[in-house]
């Protein structure tokens, strides 16, 4: 047994951080905020040249064929940035998704050019309000063609092609679907959010062209996989996040006086603080575990990922609104960047199923090893 | 990472188990036996076959093991039933102290009775005027040839009752500031002007008691670490006090899991209610995540590190945990839930006294606030809270009593 990220991969980390700290500043993040882009452009160029959207193919296929461990250590350094780049739908989700179900056509088709960051990938699951299940999913196959709606999509305005689930009337009720994005079957509108910072779209499907990915009326236990694999990536996005904000509130804290002393000598903000660290170091091991379990495949990783899934949800929501209250009034302007994490730990504690929905899956995980 | 085992240490974990599969204590050699006498009787069976304390060096009675053994060993241990207790302060707060500044002499007398069970040792640090605030405290020390004369009192001390020697913190000098005037030895319980008396508690058991010195006599010999410098090597125990508690024990998830799923509400199976399953994934999280914590500090430990003051986690969120499991598992039971009776009790009653226990544990050492400050100051590096005693003589220090 041995707890800890190798020496190599303490120096990726480092790495990765000095990278991203020069192209990923704050202002990078606010002006995907404020402006008209869907993501950074640039600064995804630079993390595809890192190999960083390589590192979890085999060499095959163009990828690096590093072990998920390194796509963790990457994926927490992202989130610390509040990255605004499509690097989990392409890589966390896409990617996986490919790796999991695609056949060996698929697999050439596309991950040499999700390697490389030539093309970007996205998951197509959610219809509208609700939680998504086989037997609410409007959208269908038919004679090689896909209809429906799914909003909102993570990137659904800028990537090249989605792998959607898709209603069937077999098996465990859904299959999944590799449809290219660029058709005129096809019509993508951005949608407003919460975090502006990662564009979303509606897609409409009006009899576009579409491939099965995997066996049709196995894509509800596919997604399900798809999405025990994408939260342990997510968790640790969100456990970076976490303690970034945990960080800046201590900053400010730090340098902020009141009643003639720092803000950060008051016991109600450094208990709020500590509290912070705690959820924080929970999650963060946590995520060591579901770390581990990704990079094996172990039998436990539906019980590892739903529990370092929910406690990062915790951990990043909690940090990221005290450290808007930490911050007093400054916290709360359009000016200070309080809101990226706040708004991104709210996107990211949804954007696969809610907190709810892992607990449920946390339990489910139990109850499924008693049985077995 | 990696959360298998290596061939070594499979093969070292099917020892452990195939030794504790056939040497578990059974019903009936436990029979008519108390607390203490079970506690020691298993003590004693771990130490004849080399698996007492086992990361300590052999000659203090351990068995040289690795720190990824001993969390071998604690995973195997604990999931068997076997008398738990008495023996925390010792093995895990007075055993490293003794291990840091006691002379090699004393350690190769006192620590393989300490591994065998043979030794219990308690905790003498904590004063009516000096609990949180533990370097307030003011039993006094004089100086008398190659002897010290204690005089004054202790109280909360767990175990004295049965305790056969002590970690002892006491002030030598009430003329500088109160940090600086502390001194730390070692006693024998048996020693003449001792005198214990048990505390009440709220669970109605006496666990603890108060403790009073009336010119007691240490040896010199008996000292651990520098005259003054009592404040730093207590900071060793403390540290250590954190790990040994650990989270608690008591009621875990799992027995809240297997509750919810027996018990009914509204005539289906209580874990079918998405409000329960909600909660007890949340203490599943925090179970986990101690856990996993626990073995990351273990890798550290394994490095050469010190026990740090981030190991205040584990009794931080541990107690908490406990505390609101237990009255969650109170209220599954509904209106039978009060009912402690063994016969009828859920249990024999053991979510009660988790519940009724809870409250000393987030109080005992170190309070949940305290564990807090310490985060906040020593792992986040925040400034310490404004102190009026700083710098000043104890003796001039404002007090209650004053
Ligand atoms: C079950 C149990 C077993 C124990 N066993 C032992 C033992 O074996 N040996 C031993 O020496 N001691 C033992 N203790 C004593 C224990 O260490 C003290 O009770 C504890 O440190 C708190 O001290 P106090 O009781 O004086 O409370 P106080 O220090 O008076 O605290 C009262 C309240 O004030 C708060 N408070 C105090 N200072 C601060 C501050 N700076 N900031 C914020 N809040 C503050 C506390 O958090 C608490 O809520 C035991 C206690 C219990 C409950």
Known sequence: MNFEFSEEQNLLREQAAGFLQDQCPPSAVRAILEGAASFDTELFRGIAEMGWTAAAIPEKHGGLGLSYLELCVIAEELGRVVAPVPFSSSVYLATE???????????????????????????????????????????????????????????????????????????????LYLVPLD????????????????????????????????????????????????????????????????????????????????????????????????????????????????????????????TARVSAIQAYYFASKENIQTHGGMGFTWEFDCQFHYRRAKLLSVNIGSERTWQDRLISAIEAGQAA | MDFSDTPEEAAFRREAREWLQANVPSKDELEGLDEVQRAKLWQMRKYEAGWACIRWPREYGGRGASAMEQVIWNQEESSVRVPQGVFAIGQGMAAPTMMAW???????????????????????????????????????????????????????????????????????????????????????????????????????????????????RIPDEQRLGAVGQGWQVAITTLMNERLAIGSGGGLGFRQVFELAQRIEIDGRPAIEDRSVRARLADWYVQESGLRFTGYRAMSALSRGEMPGPENSIGKLVGASKSQDMASFAIDLLEMSGIVTDPELAWRSGMVHDTFMGAPGLRIAGGTDEIMLNILAERVLGMPQDVRVDKGIPFSQVPTSAS
């Open chain 1, 97 to 175: 998704a490919l790796l999991l179900a695609g056949n060996d056509a698929q697999r050439e088709a596309w991950l040499p050019k999700l390697a490389s960051g030539a093309a970007i990938g996205t998951f197509a699951l959610a219809e509208g309000t609700g939680q998504p299940s086989p037997n609410r999913l409007e959208t269908a196959y038919e004679n090689g063609c896909l209809n429906g709606t799914k909003v909102p999509v993570a990137d659904g305005d800028i990537a090249d092609f989605a792998v959607a689930v898709a209603r069937c009337g077999r098996g465990d009720g859904a299959s």
């Open chain 2, 102 to 216: 006691a002379t090699e002499e004393q350690k190769l007398r006192y620590l393989p009775p300490l591994a065998s069970g043979e030794h219990i040792w308690c905790q003498l640090f904590s004063e009516p005027a000096g609990g949180s605030d533990l370097a307030a405290l003011r039993t006094r020390a004089e100086k008398d040839g190659d002897e010290w004369v204690i005089n004054g009192q202790k109280i909360w001390t767990s175990g004295a009752q049965f305790s056969n020697y002590a970690i002892l913190v006491v002030r030598t000098d009430p003329e500088v500031p109160k940090h600086k005037g502390l001194t730390y030895f070692f006693i024998d319980m048996k020693s003449p002007g001792i005198e214990i008396k048990p505390i009440r508690q709220i669970s109605g058991e006496s666990n603890f008691n108060e403790v009073y010195f009336t010119d007691v």
């Open chain 1, 183 to 306: 058709a005129d079957t096809v019509t993508r509108t951005t949608v407003a959010t919460l975090d502006p910072t990662r564009s979303h779209a509606r897609i409409d499907f009006d009899n576009a062209r579409a491939e099965s990915l995997g066996a049709a009326g196995e894509g509800w236990g596919l997604t399900r996989r798809i999405l025990d694999r994408a939260a342990v990536l997510f968790a640790w996005e969100q456990v970076g996040g976490a303690n970034a904000a945990l960080e800046q509130a201590k900053e400010y804290a730090m340098g902020r006086y009141a009643f003639g002393r720092p803000i950060a000598g008051f016991q109600a903000i450094k208990h709020k603080l500590a509290n912070i660290y705690v959820k924080n170091t929970l999650a963060r091991s946590n995520c060591y575990y579901g770390a581990w379990a990704l990079s094996t495949d172990a039998s436990e990783l539906p019980l590892a990922a739903a």
